[in-house]
């Protein structure tokens, strides 16, 4: 497993922009962390943990949910062992914990099934 720290949540009006970071710490998977491909998933309140985007390992392939493709963008930094999560014209229905996950496989974390680690996620709250 490898350890995700997210950051970057908060509170923004409709129609905001936000910036979501995940460091990852994989040494102790012995992995690096150019083996794992990324993802950033949201929870709402009452609702189950949605994919919102995904990136490969190498960063040259990346899917969104269909909600937030044109507003939204994943990226990742591998010297720095980080990924981002871009998002512009937020609405309020996107409120929700934002969640990092990691694994080897892009097919497994666009599944959202069986992902090998997960951060604590961070709260996103858009207000109308």
């Known amino acids: 497993q490898v350890q995700l720290v997210e950051s970057g949540g908060g509170l923004v009006q409709a129609g905001g922009s936000l910036r979501l970071s995940c460091a990852a710490s994989?040494?102790?998977?012995?992995?690096?962390?150019?083996?794992?491909?990324m993802a950033w998933f949201r929870q709402a309140p009452g609702k189950e943990r949605d994919l919102v985007a995904a990136?490969?390992?190498?960063?040259?392939?990346?899917y969104y949910a269909d909600s937030v493709k044109g507003r939204f963008t994943v990226s990742r930094d591998n010297a720095k062992n980080t990924v981002y999560l871009r998002m512009h014209s937020l609405k309020p229905e996107e409120t929700g914990v934002y969640y990092c996950?990691?694994?080897?496989?892009?097919?497994?974390?666009?599944?959202?099934?069986?992902?090998?680690?997960w951060g604590q996620g961070t709260q996103v709250t858009v207000s109308s």
């Open positions: 990136i490969s390992w190498g960063g040259g392939t990346t």
């Open positions: 994989p040494a102790a998977s012995g992995r690096t962390f150019v083996n794992y491909a």
């Open positions: 996950a990691a694994d080897p496989s892009i097919d497994t974390v666009r599944a959202g099934s069986g992902i090998g680690s």
